[in-house]
């Protein structure tokens, strides 16, 4: 939050309890609190987030660069509201690559955070908490969403994607894309046959149908999800690792045209911050 809202309110649509990611703060006044004081800030945190939470949606904070805010993030989830079930990890490169700065190693520095540790540290704090899941409670399912914007490369070989219409990525963002699907991908494959966890994959680009707004997407994950809920993975599906294209029903999971990463020669589609 703020920049997740819309996709939250496409997913509210489906009635959903939600926990979104705010940005953290973290003052001098805090770190000067004694511990009687902490305490009851805490008690107070914990009461403003149980009264957020009856409306349906609650914003935790989440510093990226720290593996014990991302621990601390899934276990206020399953305190919030009992359990969690789902966990989208968005990766909206259009969208960073419109807040890029100059490339510097301060931006560097930040774009490590941000763009590649923050997305590891939760995926395997939400992994283990799947793990601790009671059995009559099914797998988990953890989503990887990715979001293409082109790229300096995509643009040198095709000089028309630079028509004004999406952010063009610094090589900064594009590598942050390019580890967040390498890392979605082979941690798929590692998850192929859990029986704790379903990962799923999602890319795709703005032009493209359910990837247009945040709140179309946030609908059309869900319905997915829901198709997928009970579904058994076709035996041939076992063993593949694919992305599949916003807007698709859940049969496209096993069509061709769902990509494989060895099938995708740069970006040509056209295809929590979040």
Do not use: H
């Amino acid at each position: 939050m703020p920049e997740a809202g819309s996709f939250t309110d496409g997913i509210a649509f489906s009635g959903r309890q939600i926990i979104v990611s705010g940005l953290r703060s973290d003052s001098e006044e805090t770190k000067k609190l004694t511990i009687a004081e902490r305490k009851a800030k805490q008690s107070a945190y914990e009461e403003e987030k149980a009264q957020e939470a009856k409306s349906g949606i609650c914003t935790i904070e989440w510093n990226k660069s720290s593996p014990l805010s991302a621990r601390s993030l899934v276990l206020q989830t399953s305190s919030i509201f009992g359990r969690m079930d789902e966990a989208v990890l968005y990766f909206d490169e259009e969208w960073y690559a419109s807040k890029a700065e100059k490339m510097d190693s301060e931006e560097i520095v930040r774009g490590c955070d941000e763009m590649i540790a923050g997305y590891q540290y939760l995926a395997l704090e939400v992994l283990n908490s799947f793990k601790r899941r009671d059995t009559e409670d099914g797998p988990g399912t953890l989503v990887f969403l990715l979001k293409d914007t082109p790229n300096q490369l995509d643009v040198l070989y095709n000089p028309a994607q630079k028509n004004g219409l999406s952010p063009i990525a610094s090589p900064v963002v594009a590598s942050g894309a390019a580890s967040f699907a390498a890392f979605a991908e082979n941690l798929a494959a590692v998850c192929q046959d859990s029986i704790f966890v379903n990962v799923v994959l999602i890319r795709g680009d703005s032009n493209m149908e359910g990837f247009r707004r945040d709140d179309e997407t946030g609908r059309w994950l869900c319905s997915y999800l829901d198709s997928e809920e009970g579904s058994p993975k076709a035996p041939e599906n076992r063993a593949k690792v694919k992305w599949i294209r916003p807007g698709a029903t859940r049969p496209a999971v096993s069509e061709p045209e769902a990509e494989t990463p060895a099938s995708r020669p740069g970006k040509k589609f056209g295809l929590f911050r979040r």
